[in-house]
């Protein structure tokens, strides 16, 4: 069986493709009229409490430490978590869990061993975070087909399920953590994506906290300070909030009453969508500028949009399709929404046959070329100037996969490795990102101006790869990127620990 699993930050979703060419979700192994889970954790001992099975879990136990949006802190090498015997959890061990969890879902509900996967990412996921999410896959020997960013993910199910080709279309997607723009043609033989942009910390999160901090206002005005927040109350509130936040956004609504429970508090607290659009809107500001940048980059302007996707569950806002159709206003442009929640994780599965020899009665385009995400370079002094300059590698919205070299010389005499620093970048002028230090070495040669060929490979994956070469012997140098050592010299531990625990207390 093929599956494609939409790695959520605040609910995942795995769904594979039947014979007939439609994608379906799978449901909860506990609960079969459930089909997202919630990513959220509690380990106890040698069991991991996952998802739905941990909320309910949560309603008897309200004292439960809580872990949730992991999917953040991807690449950042640090550990999240420490167990009552002391040992680490790191994002790629917590996300391995969350993966076993739902691959024990598919399996118990199919009874067909999954024989590969398709994991969708954020558009804009670095280098580092698309690695942990390969990693978290490997702690599980999950075999993963390829990693399919959200967007295309999307898009790829709409535009099957349409028939949308030779279009241009721009697909906005907001969900639980992450927004992501991105800009792509279709046609029967491909999907081709011209450019794409985003933001890792906008999303479904940032506005129920907003309406969180409405109600908690209220508590604050009605009792003379806030309720105690512990695991089980600060999820009713995300819980009560997330609820407040879909009824405001139901057509007509212009207000919400209703009574909150948090701890021994109850109070009816009242929500206009005023105060809610009020309190979001410039998150959206930051949305419609990151939109237009992208649009930018590929050299193209609002009206070249043919149609405007709206997917993730946080662009059914009706504030977003409003402030979206007055810039988005010629005739022939349309604003749709296409199965918000689930396309996603539909279009990963479709993506996984996609990749296979599996035969179903739907025909798919043979083709998928995804962009680069940021432009990548060499912190370097320019030998003309003696200026330090970026000296760049790998330009932005090149079409995947994408190879480059260059050559840089040694410094000094008797100098036995060359330390490259690697920085990632939009646009030239604006905030600059150290992605870590790529040192090679032992040198062949201790000359002064030695050559040394580095090779920069951006995969299909979204992934980056350096190799380092001699030019005049063509031998390969050894090479260590950033804090590569480190971080795979974790995850030995990690596989012993996700592998020995038991989740929902299923091994």
Known sequence: MLVGIDLGTTYSLISRVGKNGIPVLIPDNHKNSVFTTPSIIHIDGDTAYIGEFLETKLERNPGLNLIKFFKRHFGENKALYYDRDGTPWYPEGLAALLLKKLIIDAEAYTTEKIEGAVITVPAHFTDVQRKAVLNAAALIDLPVLNLLEEPIAAAMHYGLSNKKYNKTIMVYDLGGGTFDVTIMTMDQNGIYVIAKDGHTEIGGKEFDEKIGEIILNQFKEAYGKEPVLDARNALHLRRFSEMLKVELCMPGTRFVDQVCVIGNQSLEVHVSRQDFEGAIESYLIDCEEILGRCL????????????????????????????????????????????????????????????????????????LRGVTGYNLGVRAINPRTGRIVIDNMVKKNMPLPFQNSKTYYTSNADQKKMKLEIIQYINKGEKEVSLGTLVIGPLPSFDANYPIEVKIENRVDGTVWFSAFDPKTGIEIEKVFGDEVEGISKLPRQKSIVRSTYVNMIV
């Open 296 to 367: 930018k980059s590929a050299s193209l302007d609002y009206s070249d949009v043919d149609t405007l996707l709206l997917v993730g569950g946080s662009s059914m806002v009706p504030l977003i399709k409003k402030r979206l159709q007055k810039i988005f206003s010629d005739e022939h442009q349309e604003i749709l929404t296409h199965e918000p929640m689930r396309a996603v994780a539909y279009g990963a599965a479709l993506h996984a046959v996609q990749l296979s020899d599996q035969k179903i009665d739907f025909e798919l385009p043979p083709e």
